[in-house]
């Protein structure tokens, strides 16, 4: 077993960046764990095929919670391998389902009428793009303390950015795949953007915890991968 990172890079707003999604890889299965934004999956797809793997080797695809830059293409993905499960925690699966309307989008909707001037189109423009996200059903919901993938990785409930965002950890491998509830900034982990945490405590008592599994290595999904 191991963890692979994918850095996919992309232009937004002029400016250079870079996510990285985990691949998982069990003997000759592989789980993905977050899609990036929409229109994703040909960059997603390229760093796989790079890795050496073929696509038909995906089982599982993992999301971490619903923002658009986790789940944009989660909805290509299923279905263009449809065989894949996808996996989530039971709070989440309402929103990514579309039973249930985003926490982001109401929290966005409600911070709009207060935005700057300036700022205003933008707001508009990140409202569509969470409204365009289309729903897909979660086949495997998960809680805190669940182990998946063979009893190899558990589940960690890290609320806080979210209400149902999960975290990842792998004993044997002595690493943690973070999501956003941690990112890699000035070479150690941080809350991932504080000003849109749902509940800024439970984002810092999340970071805590996944800290204290005292774990080698930590991959983030902005920001990248950290051996400590």
Not at 9 to 21: L, T
Not at 76 to 92: G, H, L, M, R
Request: charged content about 25%.
């Amino acid at each position: 077993m191991e963890i692979i990172e994918l850095p996919i890079e992309f232009e937004f707003n002029g400016e250079k960046n870079v996510i990285y999604p985990s691949l998982i890889r069990m003997e000759n299965e592989l789980t993905l764990v977050d899609t990036g934004y929409a229109n994703f999956l040909p960059l997603i797809e390229k760093e796989i095929l790079k890795n050496g793997y073929v696509m038909k080797q995906l089982k599982n695809i993992i999301i971490t919670h619903y923002d658009d830059d986790h789940i944009g293409s989660l909805y290509d993905f299923k279905e263009n391998y449809p065989w894949t499960q996808v996996i989530a925690s039971e709070t989440e699966a309402k929103y990514i389902s579309g039973e249930a309307k985003s926490e982001r989008l109401v929290q966005a909707e409600e911070m709009q009428e207060d935005l700057p001037k300036e700022e205003q189109e933008f707001g508009k423009w990140f409202i569509q793009q969470l409204k365009n996200l289309k729903p897909v059903a979660i086949d495997e919901k998960v809680q805190d303390g669940d182990m998946i993938l063979n009893n190899q990785c558990q589940v960690i409930a890290t609320p806080g950015h979210t209400s149902g965002h999960i975290s990842l950890f792998f004993p044997n491998l002595e690493s943690v795949i973070t999501g956003d509830a941690a990112v890699l900034e000035n070479h150690g982990l941080a809350i991932a953007n504080p000003h849109f945490c749902l509940n800024l405590e439970k984002a810092e008592q999340s970071l805590n915890r996944i800290k204290q599994l005292n774990a080698k290595n930590y991959y983030c999904y902005h920001g990248g991968k950290i051996t400590r």
